[in-house]
């Protein structure tokens, strides 16, 4: 299936609020259903419940078909856990992260429980989804970012790879680590690559490039904005081994104040592909710490330069 890229001011889409259900609504169009002219992105909804619904990706190449479980009954915020298996809405096996690990896998999707809608974004193909979602929470007007699904993975055997990202950033939280045997809050892949099920695990970049900054597009990245866009792979490591890299989300290696404030109207290529760049949650308005680039052009299986 190929990627395909969705937005609230797409002609017929669904309306995200602080209302339950809101995200179930947007979930269900890209992903199950389609809206207006756009096709859905060929996955399939085993399970569901009033506002609590479970997608599971369509094709893994004789891998698991992991599912991503969303409650979207809280109002304001919804939450997500991953299975490998699942018997109905509420059981399942092998989930990532445990409750121990998170008692509350919450995300935000709106700074008030009521119906002001939401800006949001979602790329997506049969086996990854990129979730991208302005909340407008108080002062801290910029875009979250969540993931689930594949990472482009660097063994043939490792069928485990698949991740969940709850979101990123965290206000407070470091959204990169510096170093292969680091690991970050709310990032979870399947098992780890000895088998270990709910792995914590880390998103790095080429170091000498980012200057062992701990937040994506902030002010230690190296390169100055010469007319041209910089992205570094988002890769992964479970804390003992590299796993691979993301598909479709990218780590700029320039500063977020290189890029406008303009919830992704410009696109900017590279390499042969197409981003848009999100500036993430910051502490002030005039301070988004940090920007992410979704790759929305069909080649998220392109060997990575």
Not at 249 to 262: E, G, M
Request: with cysteine; glycine share 10%.
């Amino acid at each position: 299936m190929p990627v395909r890229y969705y937005r609230w001011d797409d002609q017929g889409a669904p309306t995200l609020n602080g209302l339950s259900g809101s995200l179930i609504q947007v979930m269900d169009a890209v992903l199950i259903n389609g809206y207006g002219s756009k096709s859905p992105a060929g996955w399939s909804k085993p399970f569901s419940l009033g506002n609590v619904s479970v997608y599971q990706q369509a094709t893994r190449q004789q891998k698991p078909r992991y599912l991503l479980r969303v409650d979207d009954s809280y109002g304001w915020y919804a939450e997500a856990r991953a299975y490998e298996r699942m018997q109905d809405v509420n059981t399942g096996d092998n989930v990532f992260p445990t409750p121990s690990q998170q008692t509350s896998p919450g995300f935000d999707k709106s700074a008030t429980s009521d119906g002001t809608p939401r800006k949001w974004i979602v790329v997506a193909d049969d086996r990854t989804v990129i979730l991208a979602i302005r909340s407008d929470y108080g002062s801290r007007l910029y875009w979250r970012v969540a993931y689930f699904g594949d990472i482009v993975t660097r063994h043939s055997q490792d069928v485990y790879s698949c991740s969940l990202i709850i979101t990123v950033p965290r206000w407070g939280e470091a959204d990169l680590v510096t170093s292969y045997t680091q690991v970050l809050a709310r990032h979870y892949i399947a098992r780890n690559f000895n088998g270990t099920v709910s792995s914590p695990f880390g998103v790095f970049t080429d170091t000498h490039k980012s200057q062992g900054t701990t937040t994506w597009g902030f002010n230690g990245l190296a390169y100055p904005f010469y007319g041209r866009f910089l992205p570094g792979k988002a890769m992964v490591t479970d804390g003992t081994v590299w796993r691979g890299w993301l598909r479709g989300l990218w780590v700029p290696l320039q500063r977020c104040n290189y890029f406008p404030d303009d919830n992704g109207a410009t696109i900017y290529e590279e390499q042969s592909r197409q981003f848009i760049v999100l500036r993430w949650v910051g502490g002030m308005t005039t301070d988004p710490g940090g920007c992410a680039a979704i790759e929305i052009s069909n080649t998220w299986d392109k060997e990575a330069w």
